[in-house]
């Protein structure tokens, strides 16, 4: 299982995404970027078979804000069904 560092700019919009194949490398990699990281900027760190799972798993990542705020929302779905 890979370690997958993904760095995503929310200002930008751009995402990088660093992969490890060694769990204490990936860790070491994620404390050092988390300590200096942009406050525009969300640090995570997630284990995955393989990129396309992640993408399946945590899509909201690699979606653009718009698309995000394109998504459904649930709690505007339940407000107009009442």
């Not at 992969?19 to 860790?27: F, G, H």
């Not at 718009?66 to 505007?76: D, G, K, S, V």
């Amino acid at each position: 299982m890979n370690g997958y560092l993904l760095i995503k700019n929310h200002a930008t919009g751009e995402l990088a995404i660093q992969v490890y194949t060694a769990r204490a490398e990936a860790i070491r990699a994620y404390n050092a970027r988390e300590l200096a990281k942009a406050s525009e900027e969300e640090v995570v760190l997630l284990f995955a078979e393989s990129e396309e799972q992640l993408r399946s798993t945590h899509s909201r990542f690699f979606l653009s804000a718009r698309e995000i705020a394109a998504l459904p929302h649930p709690r505007r779905k339940a407000r107009a069904a009442s």
